[in-house]
């Protein structure tokens, strides 16, 4: 009989308030956005609350998909101009846009094999442009919500990009080192501007004037004047731009140069660092240069006047020099040369219109990235702008720069609902409504279910918690060697047992009496502790003047260091697992020897006895976990268990069900009746140090390394196990066989014109485009049959009628079509597919379905409606893909005659629609 399991799904995380990509502000300045691995985090800037959670896994969770892969994590962030959406790049290579107001995901773009390192909206908000760690640029249509086209030119990672206001430009920079202007309309690199030593890492346009900054490797900021070629009154409106150009490398007379340098600045106290992002504020009087470091260098932007002024003072100094000089007799054709050349350069330099001001820095912990408040954003008189930091130390600090003064203060910090390092231990209370995590230097009291942070609690560093009965009190280990004893209600520290162990505490184990806890430690110890309570002098402790104390009974010593204790639950048996990979049972009431366990190659790190206190299950650094009987020490089973070492495991109650957790980022389920592996939980994005699983096993919480926990709940679907291993191999062969047509897809355009920053397409294809692909194949072959059946039963009726012969009976309602008509059911399977994943569906249709699809058309086009928008569309892609052969093609001439005279009046008929709609709306 096959047995069937209750399957766990991921349900939340918390614990993380800033991950590794940038924040940013919505327009108005009152929505705060910061990254939590694969969420994105709404918080209210001024009260410093968390609003929303925008979660894809909780968006597209749904049969259990949840839990069969892991989500990536977000990368980079950029909000809208207008309206409420952001936009996150990921670490796969795909592009959400979130809707924060409602919460939901409206478009998901796939197009980048790779990371996306940089994202950056067009000024109207209707174009999207990303790049990636793949090399490649991809401009997104926003609102037709699909790919436009894909930019090749860079030789390596695409680290910043930008429109350029009022021309239809894109710059980009990437790590090999080049400055790349890329022209939309014709869909290549127009300029290429080199000269870095290194990587260019970050580049920001100015919003109203037309200067254009780069930050690279050395200790420079490089200033560019953006010029517009097609403007025919250039050197007109732009005199100083037009005397910096200089002599143009246009050809024919005419010059097509983008960028023109102005100089460089050297950057100050963090100049050892490389630039990590740069950025102009709103209004563009503020520009911030951040280091790979601690240091946040601010720049105050002068205006043209002031820059001109500035400049002006800068000649007369260099020319009142040289006519020194000249007195002095020294240099004179030098001097004279250089005061020609100081008549002659007229345009303000990089040092002109950048004056540096300060240095900002935190205390609490490295600048990971920073946003610049909007301008609509409220502030405080006397404050220049406003930078929410995002630190490497999971908090975003945000800071006011005055405006009278080289200062700055911090105004707001949101630190409270998370660690500021990775999480090492855990504990849950025995009634599952507290959560006890540790870390380096705090202990945090939460609410495991709504993931609200109850306290926060300075520690030592942590590596063992303990709830004391009553779930009043906890007791927590640390690294130094000490007990630490907590009054959970005040959220205060009431008592350290100083050198209670000469090394780290590792483990700590309740005794099921409940008359006190075991701990192990690295000085080769195990010790007995009793509870005991005393009356303090201060007022405020619990009961008045009584506070927990630790009482030590009993120190037994081993032959090596201890990493983790366990009593048995009916108390009769203690394990302690040794640094020599041994395993060492004994009596717990006489610590009379029992067993040793051998078997494991490397140190036991973790193990757990099972309710009934028959069964060991130990986990090791060689990767494996083991199944021991103790009533004669006999391993049960040894299973290959992750990828790297296991950090901690855990019986289900009343149950041979378990969970262990390892170095590999993954939480396994497994039947240790069966010895099967019954679940893959994948999620975090960094090892797993600790995990614990509720009384009732109805839900499992852990703890990692990159700052979040995670809990994972007991559904009621059922699933088999065969069903879950053949659904792993599919998704393993699935991702092979996606690779696979990536890799084939790049070949293919690679190599040709990457030199000259060559166009392709925008897409990627994926197994959702395969499938697409294979839904409108499967809908033309099913209309195509249902015509050839209406046009039998046609004839069949003329014969009849022609005979004198009562006509035949009416055909049945095909139910595959739903009784629609062939022409509307492939327009309803054609309208079901994903904007973004209509171009990669299409070139994947052979010729013959693809004319099939070319002769509908004309059909859809009479019909007008909404489905004209989407036959202009196909009609485009068809042709584009299949020019050579529909030219050949004498099948396709009718088509392509029907589309001729029928295409352009529909797309103008709507063009004409949405002009009305414009125009009346202006007269709103």
């Known amino acids: 009989m096959v047995k069937a399991y209750l399957r766990y799904e991921f349900s939340s995380a918390f614990g993380v308030i800033s991950s590794s990509a940038n924040p940013a502000y919505d327009a108005s300045g009152k929505l705060l956005f910061t990254s939590a691995l694969e969420c994105i985090s709404v918080w209210n800037a001024k009260q410093g609350s968390l609003v929303r959670t925008l979660s894809p896994v909780v968006a597209s969770s749904s049969g259990g998909s949840g839990s069969s892969a892991a989500v990536a994590e977000v ?171 200089g002599t143009g490398t246009g050809a024919g007379g005419r010059d097509h140069t983008v960028l023109v340098a102005m100089g460089a600045v050297k950057r100050g106290a963090a100049s050892h660092e490389r630039v990590a992002l740069l950025r102009f504020s709103g209004g563009g009087g503020w520009l911030a240069v951040q280091g790979a470091g601690r240091g946040l260098e601010m720049f105050r932007v002068r205006d043209e006047d002031e820059a001109r002024r500035k ?146 609690m300075d520690s030592g560093y942590a590596l063992s918690v303990l709830f004391v009965p009553g779930n009043k009190f906890a007791v927590l280990g640390t690294k130094a060697g000490s007990l630490e004893v907590y009054d959970l209600g005040a959220a205060t520290r009431v008592h350290v047992e100083e050198g209670a162990h000469g090394g780290a505490v590792w483990s700590l184990a309740a005794l099921p009496d409940k008359s006190g806890f075991v701990s192990g430690g690295a000085d080769k110890s195990v010790k007995f502790w009793q509870w005991s309570v005393v009356t303090t002098a201060g007022a405020g402790a619990e009961g008045g003047g009584r506070s927990l104390r630790l009482a030590h009974s009993r120190t037994v010593a081993m032959a090596d260091d201890v990493l983790s204790v366990r009593v048995s639950p009916d108390g009769r048996l203690l394990a302690v697992a040794l640094l020599d990979a041994t ?22 790190l973790c193990m757990d006895i099972s309710s009934d206190s028959t069964l060991l299950l130990t986990g090791s650094s060689d990767k494996n976990i083991k199944v021991w009987g103790l009533d004669f020490g006999d391993c049960h089973k040894s299973l290959f268990a992750h990828g790297d070492a296991i950090m901690s495991v855990a019986w289900v109650p009343g149950t041979h069900y378990a969970f262990s957790a390892g170095k590999d980022r993954l939480l396994k389920y497994w039947d240790l009746d069966r010895f099967e592996l019954l679940l893959e939980l994948p999620g975090h994005h960094g090892e797993l140090w600790a995990l614990g699983v509720s009384q009732f096993g109805d839900f499992v919480v852990t703890g990692s390394h990159d700052r979040s926990i995670r809990r994972w709940e007991r559904t009621a679907e059922p699933f088999f196990v065969e069903e879950e291993r053949e659904r792993r191999l599919e998704s393993l062969f699935e991702q092979d066989l996606e690779n696979t047509a990536a890799d084939r897809d790049a070949a293919a355009l690679g190599g040709e014109g990457a030199e000259g920053g060559a166009a392709a397409p925008a897409g990627r294809r994926t197994l959702e485009t395969v499938s697409a692909a294979d839904s409108i194949i499967d809908a033309l072959e099913a209309a195509a049959l249902e015509m050839d059946r209406l046009r039998q039963a046609d004839k069949e009726a003329a014969e009849a009628e022609r005979a004198g012969k009562p006509p035949p009976r009416p055909l049945p309602i095909n139910a595959v079509m739903g009784g629609m008509p062939p022409s509307a059911y492939v327009l309803k399977v054609v309208s079901g597919v994903r904007a973004s994943e209509l171009e990669q569906a299409v070139m994947l249709l052979p010729f013959a379905d693809a004319l099939k699809l070319l002769s509908y058309l004309p059909r859809w086009l009479e019909a007008g409606g909404p489905a004209v928008e989407l036959t202009v569309r196909l009609a485009v892609l068809l042709v584009r893909l299949h020019q050579g052969a529909l030219q050949t093609t004498a099948a396709a001439r009718p088509v392509m005659l029907g589309l001729q005279r029928r295409l352009r009046r529909a797309a103008q008929g709507l063009k004409d629609v949405v002009g009305f709609n414009m125009a009346a709306l202006g007269h709103l």
């Open 583 to 604: 395993v060492k049972v004994y009596y717990a009431d006489s610590m009379k020897f029992f067993l040793s366990l051998y078997g494991h190659k490397l140190p036991v």
């Open 311 to 456: 400049m002006k003072r800068r000649k007369k100094r260099r020319k009142e020099k040289s006519s020194k000089k000249e007195k002095e007799g020294k240099g004179k054709g030098k001097a004279g040369a250089a005061a020609d050349s100081d008549d002659e350069d007229d345009a303000a330099g990089a040092g002109d219109v950048l004056e540096a001001v300060q240095l900002i820095s935190s205390k609490h912990g490295k600048i990971r990235a920073f946003a610049f408040a909007p301008p609509a954003a409220r502030l405080p008189a006397g404050v220049a702008c406003r930078l929410a930091l995002a630190l490497a130390t999971n908090q975003i600090e945000v800071v006011d720069v005055s405006s009278e003064s080289p200062e700055y203060a911090t105004s707001s910090r949101l630190e409270l609902p998370g660690h500021r390092s990775d999480v090492r231990c855990l504990a849950l209370s025995p009634d599952d409504s507290a959560l006890l995590t540790g870390s380096s230097d705090a202990l945090k009291l939460w609410n495991p279910r709504t993931g609200a942070c109850l306290a926060t």
């Open 75 to 245: 990368t980079v962030m950029t909000c809208a101009p207008t309206g409420s959406i952001i936009a996150a790049g990921y670490s796969d290579g795909t592009v959400r846009l979130w809707d924060y107001q409602s919460g939901d995901c409206a478009v998901t773009f796939k197009g980048h094999k790779s990371a996306v390192s940089s994202l950056r909206y067009h000024g109207g908000g209707a174009l999207l442009a990303s790049g990636g760690r793949d090399t490649d640029v991809i401009v997104w249509d926003v609102v037709g919500e699909t790919g436009l086209y894909r930019l090749r030119g860079h030789k390596d990672q695409v680290t910043d990009l930008t429109f350029l206001p009022r021309q239809s430009k894109l710059v980009s920079c990437s790590k090999d080192g080049l400055v790349k202007v890329w022209d939309l309309d014709t869909q290549h690199c127009c300029q290429t501007v080199g000269g870095y030593k290194a990587e260019v890492w970050s580049l920001d346009v100015h919003p109203e004037a037309a200067l254009l900054v780069t930050g690279a490797t050395d200790d420079e900021i490089r200033m560019f004047a953006v010029r517009d070629p097609e403007s025919a009154d250039a050197g007109d409106a732009e005199p100083s731009t037009a005397a910096a150009a």
